[in-house]
């Protein structure tokens, strides 16, 4: 192994488990993230030195396969976090990233800054993704960072240890789980989707940082304060199979020893065990 990777260390490991995110600092290199912002800020249409052109709050870009956001996600730092977070040969490698919420500063509300987690599997027919017991389809959420977030910079918000109280939600739901949207009205009216027992943390850092977060993690949006437009991206990392909570013995990895925590080991089994 390559000593100089930024890896996480076992108390990392378990702040993730406890808390739901963990922020690999400098997991790519700062002159990739220059590279990207630069091919952001093209695709916004928006001057970077004329603060006039920037008209809305906030700017949605899709996903981009140049060569810089292909060199930010196969970074061998975050491979080795995924391995740590998800287990070898349990994810799905990335050659491209999106997508892009870029914030501005701007008087007008985002519109988007509610609570909620995000879902892993589209159903035909639905407007809304859903997510499930297992997090079909998504082993991690991921913030990269591709400029200096600070306070007032519209840093993503975080209900630190909210992944914990997901799986109470979801396992009744078993194998076909709830649509994202019904997920956040139940946890509201159970006061667990903004619950004053669950602290908040910004997610800022220095560009070229990723937030490695637990699929289950409630999370949201705000308006930018600050003076200097928030580059970011908000990809999935994609599971390789489906989550196994319930595997027999301990080899569980990180992800899914925060589901068994959510519902209890006793519960996890009477639960888990009909899928």
Not at 37 to 49: C, K, N, S
Not at 231 to 248: C, T, V
Request: charged residues 25%; proline residues 9%; glycine residues 10%.
């Amino acid at each position: 192994m390559n000593d100089t990777r930024n890896i996480l260390t076992d108390e990392q490991v378990e702040r993730f488990v406890d808390d739901g995110f963990v922020r690999l600092a400098g997991a790519f290199p700062r002159r990739v993230a220059d590279e990207c912002a630069e091919i952001l800020w093209r695709e916004t249409g928006f001057d970077p030195e004329d603060r006039a052109t920037w008209t809305s709050p906030v700017v949605r870009i899709g996903e981009r396969t140049d060569e810089p956001f292909r060199r930010a996600t196969t970074s061998p730092a975050l491979h080795d976090a995924f391995d740590l977070l998800v287990g070898e040969g349990q994810w799905l490698p990335r050659a491209s990233l999106g997508t892009f919420p870029i914030r501005f500063p701007h008087p007008d509300d985002p519109g988007d800054a509610g609570w909620h987690t995000d879902g892993g599997y589209q159903v035909p027919g639905e407007s809304w993704p859903r997510l499930n017991i297992r997090s079909r389809g998504r082993a991690l959420l991921m913030l990269f960072l591709f400029s200096d977030v600070g306070p007032h910079d519209a840093p993503t918000r975080i209900k630190v240890g909210s992944h914990l109280d997901v799986p109470e939600f979801l396992a009744p739901a078993g194998e076909e789980g709830m649509s994202v949207l019904a997920l956040a009205e139940a946890m509201a009216e159970a006061g667990k989707l903004d619950s004053p027992d669950r602290p908040l943390a910004l997610a800022t850092g220095r560009a070229g940082d990723v937030y490695l977060c637990h699929p289950f993690l409630v999370h949201g949006a705000q308006a930018h304060r600050g003076e200097v437009p928030r580059l970011m991206a908000q990809p999935p990392l994609q599971s390789a199979g489906r989550l196994e909570p319930d595997r027999p013995g301990t080899a569980h990895s990180p992800v899914e020893r925060a589901i068994r925590r959510g519902l209890g080991l006793d519960h996890a089994r009477e639960c888990l065990h009909e899928f």
